[in-house]
């Protein structure tokens, strides 16, 4: 931990470029992004922060993007990790750095090994991800991923109540806009199979556990949409705004695919449950 006084008016960026003179302006940067820097005991991530004089500045050197890496399990070929809700899984046009991939690449990185994704999940879906440091043993998951993710939940909070569990068997189409949804064009659409059981359920709101048997983008999102009980802030296939999109992809089994051995993973839901009373 670094402490420091302002003695001039300047901005924050410029300010720990004269200050921390041992460290690169991108290190700097990357501190600033990932909430690393205080300005009087306020978190700052703004390069262009107007710094006063007597300003008390704290900042965590030990504290990277990797601190916030919640690994579940690793061993010489896998790396299973959980990601929180508002961060892409990998690289878009528009955001190349903040996004999960290049934090575990970065992290084992670090350690003279490599990335490989597995398999993904949405930006505003949290959960379990897998990721391979080969790409033979990421090639064995990926082409028989249906086979070895032996059993892959999430937990949800919808729209409206649901009193009866049950299965959703839909065929399912992308547009040129990215928009998957529900066609009857089943020779040029991809099957999708969706158990789902009630775990609480109230007049405006129901907590579930849902099981998909089939791994399709936007598969949960879209058959819940369709009958009409949308994901919990689920903005862009239901119209009930929220604080955050409420499926997580809490529990997977899937078989290692090196040793045969069958891994299990599972976080608690009790952040659901305590938002769905609240609700």
Known sequence: MKYL????????????????????????????????????????????????????ITINLNSTKQDNLDILYEDKYLLVVYKKEGLLTVATQKEKENTLYHIVREYLN????????VHRLDKDTSGIIVFAKDEKTKNILQNNWDKYAVKRLYTAIIVGKLEKSGTIESYLKENDNHIVYVSKDKKNSKKCITKYKVIKSKEKFSLIEIEIKTGRKHQIRVQFNEINHPILGDTKYGKVKSKRMYLDANKLEFIHPI?????????????????????
């Open 5 to 56: 006084i302002v003695e001039k008016e300047t901005t924050l960026l410029l300010y720990l470029e004269s200050k921390l003179k041992d460290i690169s302006k991108k290190k700097i940067k990357s501190l600033l992004k990932y909430k690393c820097i205080k300005v009087n005991n306020k978190v700052v991530t703004k390069f262009d922060y107007k710094l006063k004089i007597n300003d008390k």
């Open 110 to 117: 670090r350690k003279k090994e490599k990335a490989f994704i």
């Open 259 to 279: 040793n045969n051995k069958k891994l299990t993973f599972e976080k608690n839901i009790d952040n659901f449950v305590e938002i769905y009373k609240k609700l």
